[in-house]
């Protein structure tokens, strides 16, 4: 036991350092909950470190005189400026804050201090305890966590002092309809159904803890979201002029490829109408073009602007090779 908690930064046992005992006690708890060595050593470490600052300053090192205010106090004025390393303390601050909070938790279960008086909302707790079913029995992510617990802490304020279980399970569906259409007016149809599954899922772990709240679970409907609804069905004219100008017409095909290009973006036309034209289907004495369209079988004339004809006679006389395929493309 000596040799499993030996304290090399003070050149003591802990067992003889100030909170030692209680560093010892807190290495015993978390081994038991599965922490690794290298954790639940630092932790008691950064108890031993505490006691031992607060023993140098000649202040009362008792565990039942701990509590927020002294380790608050540690982390923020002497962290910062700790040597007890020979050198800064550095990201091991973060070590020490957990394994402290550990400590005071500890001591409360063991009675040794008393909980803090609580200035949280009376719905506090009744959303954490949601909030770790969703954590450990449901094994959500967080980011899922963090979006369902905003949506059902909105609803928890929305009730005021009225948010106890049996409160919460006599509303109606209407109720919950009308705090989602309050609360959801501005969502687009992915957040609105966030807030949906946030209240359903709320409603159905109140049901499992025995509320008879079953009914209430999809109460708020969700929305149909479609297929790439949200993908934009155009572009706009300055986007279509930088993909233009983008094409080299000085390398191979490169007037071919404008020329097909500005037949799309003028005419709206879609790619195989495009590869289906052929020289015949200009008319150059009238300005027009007849397009084909395979999806309806017919065809349609269209007139010929002067940039789409320049592009299409710029390719005609630059680039194209005498051929007698009359196909455009």
């Known amino acids: 036991m000596h040799e499993a908690f030996w304290n090399g930064l003070f050149d003591t046992r802990w067992e003889e350092a100030p909170l030692g005992p209680e560093a010892i006690r807190l290495v015993l708890r978390l081994r038991e909950r599965g922490y690794s060595e290298r954790s639940y050593r630092a932790y008691a470490h950064a108890v031993v470190h505490l006691g031992r600052v607060l023993d140098e300053a000649q202040t009362e090192v008792a565990a039942g005189a701990l509590d927020e205010t002294v380790v608050a106090n540690f ?3 002497h962290m910062p400026v700790c040597c007890c390393y020979h ?12 394994g402290l909070a550990h400590l005071l938790a500890m001591l409360r279960e063991e009675r040794v201090i008393v909980h803090p008086v609580s200035d949280q ?24 966590i963090t979006n369902y617990r905003r949506y059902v802490r909105d609803f928890l304020i929305s009730r005021g002092a009225a948010v106890g279980p049996s409160e919460l399970a006599q509303l109606s569906a209407d109720d919950l309809l009308a705090f989602g259409r309050q609360r959801g007016a501005a969502l687009r149809a992915t957040a609105w159904n966030h807030l949906a599954l ?9 049901d499992l803890r025995g509320h008879r709240s079953k009914h209430l679970v999809g109460a708020v409907p969700l929305r149909r979201r479609y297929r790439l609804a949200e993908v934009p069905s155009a572009v706009s004219w300055e986007q279509v002029q930088r993909l233009l100008a983008v094409v080299d017409r000085r390398e191979p095909n490169g007037q071919r490829n404008y020329a097909m290009l500005l037949l799309i973006a003028t005419y709206g ?27 309806t079988g017919r065809s349609r004339k269209l007139p010929l602007t002067r940039p789409v004809g320049e592009a299409i006679l710029d390719y005609l006389r630059e680039e194209r090779h005498p051929s007698i395929d009359r196909g455009f493309a």
């Open 75 to 77: 982390i923020g004025q």
């Open 87 to 98: 050198r800064r303390s550095g990201r091991r601050t973060e070590h020490v804050r957990r």
């Open 121 to 144: 909302p009376v719905y506090c707790e009744l959303l954490e305890g949601y909030c770790r079913f969703l954590r450990q029995d449901r094994g959500l992510a967080e980011t899922t």
């Open 198 to 206: 946030s209240l359903s899922s709320f409603y159905r772990w109140l």
């Open 269 to 295: 036309l879609r790619g195989c109408e495009v590869r289906a034209l052929r020289l015949d289907d200009i008319d150059w004495s009238d300005d027009e073009v007849t397009i084909f369209s395979s999806k």
